[in-house]
């Protein structure tokens, strides 16, 4: 009998340390295990290539489908990714923290589902144009973004999954589910305006002092953001408004912060120029040389009139495109003279043989 004991408490000690073993940890590479009808992928440093099945790939690695595609990322059992049609995805991770993944959504539909509890051995970060969203617990995530010539568009939706969402002078706190917000912002971040789409949430903005100032909001709540530089160049003037339902101003602020430093974008690797290369030639036969005057070949007559061609070479301007595709003209120099060229014609000489 107190063996029999010993085996069902020990039992229910192993049970215990698989229920409290917690959430399974991101793998350090994803899969790709399922997509219609076809994927791409660019490993850093590598080309656009079609995507394999059940291939693991390095964080960094983009994930691109078409128009008709979908695609199914694996980051460990059961946590997945499911990319929809016209989605592009940059999946990376914080070099500081690898369990941080961080999921860079450039365009498209992006749907998170993390297990229950996923939050005890990682963290996911969905960024887009306009606000990074974080999953704080487990459960599933869409978020669905927009780009367009002058602004960028988010929709992030809380299906089951609890969220927090962070931009430029603003964060969401303590999306729950059925919560549905919507981001806009202008491509010169000198506007944004949030919607409370489905759901209450808060949003936490600056008062007129600068302190953070925490505003609950429900369905149809409206938040705008205007930004603009000081006189003196130095200094960001930020005005907010949040209104009501029914367009009521709820709260208004407007304060001063230090202007942000412009973030320099790396140069993207370009692969090394090849130069063509020279096709074989095959060596010439030789020729016999003609001894007799009667075997040299006939010359035709060269006239001998001088013949003189002017040339006016004129400078255009020259125009410099970067790789974002602004175009930038360098600064104008001296202009450069016109340079007159004489070419003068000689006539052959008679040759020896004919003479």
């Not at 919507?182 to 949430?201: N, Q, S």
């Not at 974002?324 to 020896?352: A, N, W």
């Amino acid at each position: 009998m107190k063996k029999m004991w010993m085996v069902i408490v020990g039992v229910l000690l192993v049970s215990g340390f698989v229920l409290d073993a917690g959430a399974a940890p991101f793998q350090p590479l994803f899969q790709v295990t399922a997509f219609e009808p076809k994927c791409e992928v660019q490993p850093p440093g590598a080309k656009m290539q079609n995507a394999e099945r059940n291939r693991a790939y390095p964080y960094g690695t983009r994930v691109r489908t078409d128009r008709r595609g979908s695609c199914t990322i694996l980051l460990s059992d059961p946590n997945t990714l499911q990319l929809a049609a016209n989605t592009t995805v940059v999946l990376g991770e914080d070099p500081a923290d690898a369990t941080r993944k961080i999921a860079d959504v450039e365009s498209g539909n992006l749907q998170c589902e993390l297990e229950a509890g996923y939050q005890d051995a990682n963290r996911l970060h969905v960024r887009t144009p306009v606000a990074t969203t974080e999953m704080l617990t487990g459960g599933m995530l869409t978020v669905d973004v927009m780009v367009d010539v002058d602004v960028d568009v988010a929709h992030v939706t809380c299906n089951t999954a609890g969220a927090v969402v962070a931009g430029p002078n603003f964060a969401l706190r303590a999306l729950e589910e059925g919560d549905v917000a919507t981001i806009e912002t202008a491509k010169d971040d000198t506007y944004t305006r949030i919607e409370t789409a489905e759901g209450a949430f808060e949003v936490e903005v600056k008062d007129a002092e600068g302190n953070p100032k925490v505003v609950p909001t429900q369905k149809g709540s409206v938040v705008k953001i205007w930004r603009r530089p000081s006189e003196t160049g130095k200094m960001l003037i930020v005005t907010i408004l949040i209104s009501g339902p029914n367009g009521d101003i709820i709260e208004g602020s407007t304060y001063m912060e230090e202007m942000p430093e412009p973030m320099e974008e790396p140069e993207p690797e370009r692969e090394p120029k090849r130069e063509p290369e020279e096709p074989e030639r095959e060596p010439d036969e030789e020729e016999e040389t003609p001894q007799r005057p009667e075997d040299w070949p006939e010359w035709p007559e060269i006239e001998t009139d001088t013949t003189t061609t002017t040339t006016t070479t004129t400078t255009r301007p020259i125009v410099i495109v970067t790789v974002d595709g602004d175009v930038t003209i360098p600064t104008p120099t001296q202009p450069r003279r016109r340079r007159r060229t004489t070419t003068t014609t000689q006539p052959s000489p008679t040759p020896v043989g004919l003479r």
